[in-house]
């Protein structure tokens, strides 16, 4: 390997480890806020990459039937609750959050159907039938029981990833697909050729870290969101409901997972379930940041691209293998940094 | 029901399992054969999961490396399956250990994560393995032989199987109600307890960890020997999820939920993979994995106890039997009455500016009761955690009977003879009284993993619990030694604590508030032990707010105001202070 390689490698690296940081942080936002593991995470970037390239071969994406299936057991489950508890008046406003706002994207799709589109208007039209997955799963699947523990939500996130992955291959099929390049363009620096593709990923995550900073620092919304994060009860107390903020921090979830989902699509062959194993290396990231810290994840995510690509190099077979091992040291290193939580009341 | 009525219940059902194979065609066999690997497995995770409160999602992975250990060494190499098992019980033993000894000091949910990536990375190395033949898999392997004989036959490995798992249910059944076995059970609530009575908590959870990754080895092994055939699938993660639902569906905490829940998954796979032909013949493959996934969530959500505990409620309890009379226990020697036992030097902690205790000295001298009292915030439990060690003091020197203890871990605290108590009890409310009280034993006592499962610890498990339910007599619970701790009245629950601190044969006894949320008369009867505990030599240092029960108590008092000590010495001299009474009444007028 020459230092020309060694840079190529790198600069790949660093767009797949961007993309990580995307989800590394979509990870940490959701545990954080709610205490759950959301496994299913690169699910949802996987369905986003394949409802793009549905929509680009004018297809009907399979996320329509999806979304309708999730949203049609959540209204039934909030109707169920609010009948049990007789308030009736809750009626109306449920059915818009749980049915109409969900499928309105998706009915906006049947409309158009077959019609061709540009490729921002795709993109918008891929993340507004994303977004409500994440928190209609939220709906049915945790919050019944929000007040379990770790390690039960945790088993439970995980039995919904092989539960999600077996309805993307009924929705989606089996084959892969890989979107058209957002851009050509392509500049040489030193020698070393980098694609606008690259670039783009780098930028978006940027800006994407950005905003989710802007949004927890500036926001009254990100100020609950961190409230929650730091003590249900001290936040319950100050009038922020624990299971709003679940909401808002798997909205946001699924918004990082989409735009993942996105920037992936035309540099990796995506198949329904590729989601899991992206998934799990930007978790090797976030463990690196020790599930709470925002920079330390983002630094780790890029490490494990950059190891990734390096890794793929040497040994193709091997790579999942050597970013796993990561995990080895990774976790050595943190059991001696971080405090161990005393996890009381779990008889 | 008593030991006599269960031991006949269980010599028939395995008078049943024997005759099976006489009543039974091939293919029932064949699916009890593998309802056994499986509850082997599943074994394992009851274990680590359901009673240790550690969730693994690579027990496949463990049962691979096993089927493969065993595969390259009978069915490559051509030596004997039973050198298959010897390695495959050292390469699943070497991983699991290396695993958890890098996970299980965080917490409960890095372990588990964890196992996900090692488990896909563990499947990936299979298929790319030549050697390994890839994701082709290893033909052609031979059976088991026992002696000349090969168990080739699906009846004949269906001997061995279930002869394998009755074993290593009676092992763990042994196990549980041992001395290691309680330590297990009381991992899960956290370690401040654990540690606090000596027990190597870390120690404890790498042991269970490493055990249930030996029960998945012999899975392999069996599984391999009995299809004969391998490939990286049946290792996947996926697979381990099924594994983790056995255990849990049949009753997580239950070693026969490992047999259930395995039978019932099975089962229901077999006649899933039937019926969803029928109803969707295009997506049948495709649904198999969804209606799974969405029967164990749902599962997860309504009935998280499992079967078996449901089906025990309507059963006859078995009945223990109360512990007869036994050798006791050797006992500590207590040092003569006044010579100094627990000597502060200018303790200091801080927590970032704030300076909780400091600069304090005071000294507890063998045989009496001291009092440490103070009003809220004046630094009292601080400083009750650097003695027993919860917390490491930012300065100064802590001499426990001549032993520098100050930056010593609670479990050797604990060991050289201090025990304790909890402001917030810490009982493990679904073990009974007596166990409970067992738990304090645990340093006393040395019997080991094999010895508890062998059975080989009996005469000390009978000096124990004679020991234990001499100390609940002693504190006058021993009324209904095997009554939950969590049914107790919270006085009766604070008792309890001081029965099992007790139990550890202490020289020091540190109560922190003991007569918190206690009503008078409850008061009154804890007074009386302590007085009692102190009439028989044992030296106790009181942690305590409430005066009236501190002032008729104790022989001295030390108190303690905005982290410093203000005043110390008999409770006359104390109460007539002038510092302590402006510290507790906010200056005299």
Excluded at chain 2, 378 to 396: D, E, H, Q, V, Y
Aim: charged share 15%; aromatic share 8%; glycine share 10%.
């Amino acid at each position: 390997m020459n230092a020309q390689i060694a840079a190529i490698l790198t600069m790949d690296g660093v767009a797949t480890g961007a993309i990580y940081v995307l989800m590394a942080l979509g990870f940490v936002l959701i545990f954080s806020v709610t205490r759950i593991v959301f496994v299913p995470f690169g699910d949802i970037a996987a369905f986003t990459a394949l409802t793009l390239a549905a929509l680009e071969n004018r297809q009907f994406p399979g996320t329509v039937g999806l979304v309708a299936v999730l949203a049609v057991v959540a209204t039934a489950m909030e109707l169920f609750a609010i009948l049990r508890a007789g308030s009736l008046a809750r009626i109306p406003r449920a059915l818009f959050f749980y049915l109409v706002l969900p499928l309105l994207p998706a009915a906006l799709m049947v409309l158009v159907r077959g019609a061709p589109l540009g490729a921002p208007l795709r993109i918008v039209a891929t993340v507004a039938l994303i977004l409500p997955i994440a928190p209609l799963i939220d709906r049915i699947v945790f919050r019944p029981i929000a007040d379990a523990s770790v390690l039960l939500l945790l088993i439970v996130s995980v039995a919904l990833h092989f539960a999600l992955s077996g309805m993307g291959l009924i929705f989606f099929g089996p084959e892969g697909v890989r979107t058209q390049s957002l851009t050509d363009f392509s500049v040489m620096v030193a020698g070393v050729p980098i694609s606008g593709e690259s670039i783009l990923i780098v930028i978006a995550a940027a800006i994407f870290c950005l905003l989710l900073f802007l949004f927890f620092e500036f926001t009254i919304q990100g100020k609950a969101l961190q409230a929650t994060a730091m003590n249900r009860t001290g936040a319950r107390l100050m009038g922020i409901r624990p299971a709003h903020a679940g909401t808002v921090a798997f909205l946001l979830g699924s918004a990082m997972a989409a735009i993942s989902g996105v920037l992936i699509a035309p540099v990796n062959t995506m198949f329904y379930d590729s989601g899991f194993i992206i998934g799990l290396k930007a978790f090797v990231g976030a463990i690196i940041g020790g599930l709470v810290s925002f920079p330390l994840t983002a630094a780790g995510s890029l490490f494990v691209g950059v190891l990734e690509s390096f890794a793929a190099f040497e040994s193709s077979p091997f790579k999942e293998v050597t970013v796993f091992s990561l995990l080895i040291p990774v976790l050595l290193w943190r059991s001696y940094t971080l405090l161990q939580p005393e996890e009381d009341g779990e008889e | 029901m008593s030991r006599r009525q269960t031991r006949i219940v269980a010599a028939l059902a395995v008078l049943m399992l024997a005759a099976a194979p006489a009543f039974l065609g091939v293919f029932s066999i064949t699916l009890l054969n593998y309802i056994g690997i499986y509850a082997l497995v599943a074994l394992g995770l009851v274990l680590m999961t359901g009673i240790g409160g550690m969730v693994s999602f690579g027990q496949a992975s463990f049962v691979g490396i096993a089927a493969y250990s065993t595969a390259w060494t009978s069915a490559v190499m051509g030596y004997s399956p039973w050198l298959g098992l010897l390695l495959a019980l050292i390469m699943t033993g070497l991983v699991a250990a290396l695993i958890g000894a890098v996970t299980l000091r965080l917490g409960g949910h890095f372990l588990s994560l964890s196992t996900i990536a090692w488990g896909l990375a563990i499947y990936f190395s299979f298929g790319n393995i030549d050697g390994l033949g890839n994701y082709n898999g290893i033909a052609s392997i031979p059976p088991i032989s026992i002696g000349a004989h090969a168990l080739s036959d699906s009846v004949d490995i269906y001997y061995l199987i279930w002869g394998v798992l009755l074993a290593a249910m009676l092992g763990t059944h042994n196990l549980l109600n041992s001395r290691v076995g309680r330590a297990i059970r009381a991992l899960r609530g956290g370690n401040a307890l654990v540690e606090s009575l000596g027990i190597n908590a870390f120690q404890v959870r790498l042991v269970t960890f490493v055990i249930a990754a030996l029960m998945a080895a012999v899975a392999g092994w069996l599984y391999a020997h009995m299809t004969r055939f391998i490939s990286p699938t049946p290792f996947d993660v996926h697979v381990s999820i099924e594994y983790l639902m056995m255990a849990l569906v049949g009753g997580s905490g239950q070693l026969l939920g490992a047999v259930v829940g395995a039978a019932l998954i099975t089962l229901m796979k077999n006649d899933i993979q039937d019926i969803l032909p029928l109803l969707a013949p295009s997506a049948s493959g495709r649904l198999e994995i969804v209606v799974f996934s969405v029967l164990f969530i749902l599962f997860l959500q309504r009935a998280r106890d499992g079967i078996v505990p449901y089906v025990a409620r309507w059963l006859p309890q078995p009945r223990p039997e109360i512990p007869g009379k036994a050798e006791p226990l050797p006992r500590r020697r207590q040092p003569p009455a006044g010579a100094p036992l627990l000597q502060v030097h200018a303790a200091v902690r801080r927590f970032g500016g704030l300076v909780a205790v400091n600069e304090v000295s005071f000294e507890v001298r063998a045989g009496e009761i001291l009092g440490l009292i103070g009003p809220n915030g004046a630094g009292k439990s601080t400083m009750f955690n650097l003695i027993t060690g919860a917390l490491p003091p930012s300065a100064g020197k802590i001499v426990f009977a001549g032993r520098d203890i100050t930056r010593a871990a609670p479990r050797h605290i604990a060991r050289s003879g201090v025990a304790r108590t909890f402001q917030h009890v810490k009982l493990r409310p679904r073990m009974s009284l007596l166990d409970n009280v067992l738990l304090g034993l645990y340093p006393r006592t040395s019997a080991g993993f094999f010895a508890s499962a062998l059975r080989l610890d009996r005469a000390e498990e009978r000096r124990a619990r004679h020991e234990a339910m001499r100390q609940l007599e002693r504190v006058g619970l021993a009324a209904r030694p095997f009554e939950l701790a969590g049914n107790l009245p919270l006085g009766n629950q604070r008792i309890l604590e001081i029965a099992r601190a007790l139990a550890a044969d202490p020289i020091l006894l540190v109560l922190d508030e003991p007569a918190a949320g206690l009503r008078r008369q409850e008061k009154l009867a804890l007074a009386e032990l302590l007085r009692a505990l102190r009439a028989d030599g044992l030296t106790i240092l009181l942690v305590e707010h409430d005066m009236d029960f501190v002032m008729n108590l104790v022989d001295r008092i030390v108190v303690m105001d905005f982290g410093c000590k203000i005043s110390e010495g008999a409770p006359q001299t104390v109460r007539s202070d002038p510092r302590v009474q402006e510290a507790y009444l906010g200056g005299v007028a």
